[in-house]
């Protein structure tokens, strides 16, 4: 390397709550841990590797800036070119498959595991049945904060009636979540 220049610069993502060593410098990214993914399923890396192919609309194996819009876009945001921006300097650059998967694993395995969600879902399984009380539990989780309308969303194709009384399907709901 010749004596004074600079000195190539790894790109690093920066996640809520954690600041950059280079706090002034808006481009500036938080390291990723690399090794997240060797926690991972074979299924779970193939399901990563199909999100980052739908989101790289050009198959020209990096995410850009026009990958990102058009994904947005048919989600039914509609986006500025600034949060575009935005959002590009906050990841890797290039966006490629083995940056992505790092990006993602280590934000998944963030995640509770299977048992960890079923087990917090029995809480609210008198008879062992794998359903239930959707009241019950709508009610602990409003007071915890979760709004009304995210509870309805998600557990609503998990519902169940039995003896005029909503339950929860909690196992296929975990399942679904989980693979």
Do not use: W
Request: include cysteine; glycine fraction near 6%; aromatic fraction near 8%.
């Amino acid at each position: 390397m010749v004596r004074g220049a600079m000195s190539p610069v790894k790109p690093r993502i920066l996640y809520d709550g954690e600041e950059s060593p280079h706090a002034g410098n808006r481009l500036a990214k938080a390291r990723v841990p690399s090794g997240a993914f060797t926690q991972m399923s074979q299924s779970q890396i193939n399901q990563i590797k199909e999100t980052f192919t739908m989101l790289d609309n050009d198959r020209d194996s990096v995410v850009g800036a026009s990958d990102l819009e058009q994904m947005l876009t048919y989600l039914g945001q509609y986006p500025s070119s600034e949060t575009i921006s935005d959002m590009m300097a906050r990841m890797p650059s290039p966006l490629q498959f083995p940056s992505y998967l790092t990006a993602m694993s280590s934000i998944l395995c963030q995640f509770s595991s299977k048992e960890e969600l079923t087990t917090a879902f029995s809480a609210f399984d008198d008879d062992d049945s794998g359903q239930a009380d959707s009241q019950e539990l709508r009610d602990a989780l409003i007071e915890a904060g979760v709004s009304a309308a995210d509870i309805d969303k998600c557990f609503k194709p998990y519902i169940k009636f039995s003896l005029g009384k909503e339950r929860l399907l909690y196992k296929d709901l975990v399942n679904s979540l989980i693979v």
